[in-house]
């Protein structure tokens, strides 16, 4: 079966940085487009970063420029760089697939940007 574990969430100030990864296992990572959500209190999960067939990386506008995603195939991983944190990037990060119904969601990593 899927398993989508992310870790590297952590308490951080705000202009600071941090590197989360996502370990998969179950499926053959390389041939799926992945992607980054979040869920902050009290609102909906949302998709901040994706690769799309590779190579391709699309970015919500709110983290376009401060966020980067990246993917190691070889270990069935992806990271999401985060620069530049903001309070309002507070919120529990999940991994998942985009472009087709999502796997059993993790348990995701907290971030939380607070001085």
């Known amino acids: 079966q899927v398993q989508l574990v992310e870790s590297g969430g952590d308490l951080v100030q705000p202009g600071g940085s941090l590197r989360l990864s996502c370990a998969t296992s179950g499926i053959i990572f390389s041939i799926y487009d992945m992607g980054w959500y979040r869920q902050a209190p009290g609102k909906q999960r949302e998709l901040v970063a994706a690769i799309i067939s590779s190579s391709d990386r699309i970015y919500a506008d709110s983290v376009k420029g401060r966020f980067t995603i990246s993917r190691d195939n070889a270990k069935n991983a992806m990271y999401l760089e985060m620069n530049s944190l903001k309070p309002e990037d507070t919120a529990v990060y999940y991994c998942?697939?985009?472009?087709?119904?999502?796997?059993?969601w993790g348990k995701g990593t907290l971030v939380t940007v607070s001085s």
């Open positions: 998942n697939a985009v472009r087709r119904s999502p796997w059993s």
